[in-house]
């Protein structure tokens, strides 16, 4: 098979192959049936003719009496026709029947009275079958006892012309192969047919899916209810990935409509603090008042735009890991401070409880600089004034367990996973909290997965949002 095997050429090949071996098994199994019941029943003739002949092989006074050549040589059709040779075992000395001429039969026998069959060629062109017995001579007088070794022993061999079992055979071989080659042909071509009749749904699949607009693409394939049972699986296969393609694209879609609407509110603002400016004679306080807005504005894009760029970067598997050692608490601590005049504004504690034995980790500083800074940052955004920020560190099962827990005002009631998709801010709870583009989290987890960790929002009571993140050991 070459590089792009075809459905229907491994089949046919396979299918064919099999028939051929089929055919041939049954040629070579009625070939040597038939052939085997010919030599059987060859043998038995001889077997039954050369029991007759050899008890008329006598002795008496001494003398040998080979009665089975006389009756051949008294009648003239045995006598073209039989092939016999026997052979005094003492002297080596034997008598044939006129039928062989001046050829020779083959000299072989068994045990004494055990006939042996054997295939053999006479005159050098003659195919026979022949028998070999030993046998004692039998003594015409029975009054007299002989000794055993006094018996003479003679090997006597019937040979049976097989030029009628050949030709009979051969005819055989000729019939079988024609049948077998016709057998070969016939299921040939109905299989073809079958085999090709039987992939039009499949040709008509690949068409209908080539055939399909861009803007089908999430659409599922419907088939009719004799639709080939074999085919239904790659058909439920091909639904399900083009709904995940459709919802990769509608993603995709979503991402692009945020990102413009979060870039289009700073730029409105910016807008219209640059119209008002521009509307009449300011003061140089006012006009610097104004540009500070804008200036503050335009922060807030740079960072809704380095957000973006490392959260596309994260997902088309850019981020190369630049691994070092870190202090995680020293990490936690940091990032904590920086947020300090937040806290401050929102009247917000923090409560430590850093039992991790493993801070020490290796790892990238600053997707994990990025990581821990979202996740307190998104804690104290969303946190009920006046509460406090629970930050935690534990070992389980050979990871380091992070928790940042914060209370919320209200009850959360909504999918815990929807708070990881890029933009989500849909609820009550989540949408006070100012300046923030709904990314925050989505950049975690494309960074927990970059790093080999794991973050979830861990299932706690209905008033307290809780990130968790599980980071496997280093080995240092």
């Given at each position: ?206 068409d209908r899916l080539d055939a399909r607009e861009d803007n089908q693409l999430g659409r599922p394939i419907v088939i009719s209810h004799n639709f080939p049972m074999e085919l239904r699986g790659l058909v439920e296969g091909y639904n399900h990935l083009l709904e995940r393609i459709e919802g990769v694209r509608k993603r995709e879609r979503d991402f692009s409509y945020h990102a413009a609407h979060e870039l289009r509110t700073p730029l409105s603002g910016i807008k219209m603090v640059t119209e008002l400016a521009l509307t009449r004679e300011r003061s140089s306080k006012d006009y610097q008042n ?187």
């Amino acid at each position: 098979m070459g590089p792009n095997p075809s459905i229907l050429g491994r089949l046919l090949l396979g299918t064919g192959l099999s028939i051929l071996l089929m055919v041939l098994m049954g040629i070579v199994i009625v070939y040597f049936s038939i052939r085997n019941s010919f030599i059987e029943q060859i043998d038995v003739d001889l077997k039954s003719t050369a029991n007759l002949m050899v008890s008329e092989l006598e002795t008496q006074g001494g003398n040998v009496y080979h009665e089975w050549l006389l009756d051949i040589e008294d009648d003239p059709t045995r006598a073209l026709d039989d092939l016999a040779q026997a052979w005094d075992v003492r002297t080596g000395q034997s008598v044939k029947s006129p039928a062989l001429g001046p050829r020779e039969l083959p000299r072989f026998h068994g045990e004494l009275n055990q006939p042996v069959f054997l295939d053999a060629t006479i005159g050098g062109d003659q195919s026979v079958r022949a028998i070999g017995i030993l046998v004692n001579a039998v003594p015409k007088d029975r009054v007299i006892e002989v000794p055993d070794y006094e018996i003479p022993q003679f090997v006597f061999v019937l040979a049976a012309s097989t030029r009628q079992k050949d030709n009979a055979l051969r005819n055989l071989r000729q019939t079988l192969i024609l049948v077998g080659l016709g057998t070969f042909v016939l299921c040939g071509v109905a299989i073809f047919g079958v085999i090709n009749q039987s992939l039009v749904p499949l040709k008509d699949l690949s068409d209908r899916l080539d055939a399909r607009e861009d803007n089908q693409l999430g659409r599922p394939i419907v088939i009719s209810h004799n639709f080939p049972m074999e085919l239904r699986g790659l058909v439920e296969g091909y639904n399900h990935l083009l709904e995940r393609i459709e919802g990769v694209r509608k993603r995709e879609r979503d991402f692009s409509y945020h990102a413009a609407h979060e870039l289009r509110t700073p730029l409105s603002g910016i807008k219209m603090v640059t119209e008002l400016a521009l509307t009449r004679e300011r003061s140089s306080k006012d006009y610097q008042n104004r540009f500070q807005k804008v200036d503050t504005i335009a922060d807030g894009m740079k960072t809704t735009v380095s957000r973006l760029m490392q959260f596309a970067r994260l997902q088309g598997g850019n981020e190369v890991l630049v691994l070092d050692r870190i202090d995680l608490h020293e990490l936690l601590d940091t990032a904590w401070k920086e947020l300090s005049q937040k806290t401050k504004d929102h009247k917000l504690s923090a409560k430590w409880k850093l039992n991790s034995e493993h801070f020490i980790q290796e790892n990238d500083a600053e997707l994990l600089r990025i990581l821990v800074s979202n996740l307190i940052d998104n804690a104290a955004s969303y946190a009920e004034e006046g509460s406090a920020i629970k930050i935690g560190t534990f070992d389980e099962k050979k990871h380091l367990i992070l928790t940042i827990s914060n209370a919320i005002p209200e009850k959360l009631e909504e999918d815990r996973e929807r708070f990881f998709e890029p933009f989500y801010r849909a609820d009550k709870v989540r949408t006070h909290g100012e300046g923030h583009t709904g990314i925050g989290l989505s950049l975690c987890k494309e960074i927990a997965l970059t790093i080999g960790a794991i973050i979830n929002i861990a299932p706690t009571d209905e008033k307290t949002f809780e990130a968790q993140v599980s980071i496997p050991f280093s080995d240092l």
